[in-house]
């Protein structure tokens, strides 16, 4: 396998490297090229930076009692608990909020590989959104198409609304301009839809996307919502 020439390849096994998914004899023969490839580090430290934003959008829970005590029962824990230190970590809120916060990232990329099956997802040139709600739960991936000028959203868990009602998606710029990209509607079966953007905006655009509620059809104005911000979230370059 020839990574040192192989943009994409280095991509992809940096993220899978970050995210914890590259593992076994594969993950050793990637350690031991990044020991001596200066770009792939960097390639590395970039995926790093641009997990971190996206961890903002996990939920931080923590489960039940009667979890803990179901997997006492099943496994029979209950006499080795109180003198072994592992037992105690896993007591611990950070371990569930490290799980929760790896499983948010892990659903954030498996919804975006779903999303362009049939083209490596890792382009340099790729941007994406996670939208959330106020309660900090992903709702939608969203990630660009530059050639076909166009932005794919992918409902993680697509909202319901009454006839009466749509969605409209937003781009916020760095100045702060607010435009309209387009109403919801037309979602695909598995939750996919294709918007395709105004002739002005590109993909580097927005630093900011987000979906309101609005009467039937959409606000009056393209340049404003006339109804509540649902779900946001930052739009991120991937590399």
């Known amino acids: 396998m020839n990574i040192q020439n192989n943009h994409r390849l280095q991509h992809k096994l940096a993220a899978e490297y970050v995210l914890g998914t590259l593992r076994g004899g594969a993950r050793r023969r990637f350690q031991t090229w990044l020991n001596s490839d200066p770009h792939l580090q960097q390639v590395v430290r970039e995926w790093e930076q641009h997990l971190m934003p996206m961890m903002e959008f996990s939920r931080k829970q923590v489960p039940q009692a009667q979890v803990w005590r179901n997997i006492e029962q099943r496994l029979k824990l209950s006499a080795a608990r109180g003198s072994n230190e592992f037992f105690k970590f896993l007591d611990s809120l950070n371990f569930w909020r490290n799980l929760s916060l790896i499983a948010s990232t892990a659903l954030i990329f498996v ?129």
Do not use: C
């Not at 009466?164 to 710029?173: F, G, R």
């Open 111 to 239: 919804a975006i590989f779903v999303m362009k099956p049939q083209s490596p997802i890792l382009a340099p040139d790729l941007y994406v959104a996670t939208l959330s709600d106020d309660k900090s739960r992903p709702i939608a991936v969203i990630s660009s198409d530059v050639q076909q000028h166009q932005i794919i959203l992918r409902f993680v868990d697509r909202p319901q609304l009454a006839d009466d009602k749509s969605l409209e998606l937003w781009s916020i710029s760095k100045e702060g301009k607010v435009r309209s990209l387009g109403l919801v509607s037309g979602v695909s079966q598995d939750n996919v839809l294709r918007i395709t953007l105004p002739a002005d905006i590109t993909s580097e655009t927005p630093q900011l996307l987000a979906i309101s509620l609005e009467p039937k059809g959409g606000s009056g104005d393209p340049e404003k919502p006339s109804g509540p911000i649902l779900f946001k979230g930052n739009w991120l370059k991937t590399a």
